[in-house]
């Protein structure tokens, strides 16, 4: 989803009339970090993420994200990571991705089935999720926008790369 300097500055003046902000969820529970499988659009690995709906603060979005995407229902947030924008290839939309830090419990079920319905149907985004040490999370983490956010994170938060 972070596709990054592979677009002209031609395709940007053509295609950037409108910005969609995005909350991105750096989900940890002590030294893991939880990471989803992304499978629509692209496959790779990635944070619970999704857009900011009209008249929705950060944490409101945050929270129905969190539960759409995963199924958990309550998180403790640490702090905002970092914010960006690129351009999105497949849609010609500028997305401002905002990073928070948030604290959940690894004991909660994982869950797909909360996501909206797209015309009737649930549109899976994804299809597994992993608890990760921050290496193998940095390792799988698919696009460098994240892998930078992921990193602040690691720092913030003190952990070891080494585990």
Known sequence: MYPENNFSKKSVQKKSSSTRSVVGIIAFDGEKFLL???VLNWSGWEFAKGGIEKGENIESAI???LFEETGIPRFELISKIDEYKFLNKLTG?????????VRVSSN????????PLVDGKVVYE???YK???PKEAVKLITHNNSRRSL???IKLLGLSMEK
Not at 93 to 101: A, D, E, G, P
Not at 108 to 115: L, M, R, V
């Open 93 to 101: 939309v500028m997305v401002h991705v905002q990073n928070y830090l």
């Open 108 to 115: 909660n079920k994982i869950t797909f089935e909360n996501q």
């Open 36 to 38: 989803l499988h992304r």
């Open 151 to 153: 990193k602040k994170a």
């Open 63 to 65: 929270k129905r994200e």
């Open 126 to 128: 994804h299809d597994d």
């Open 131 to 133: 608890w990760c040490f």
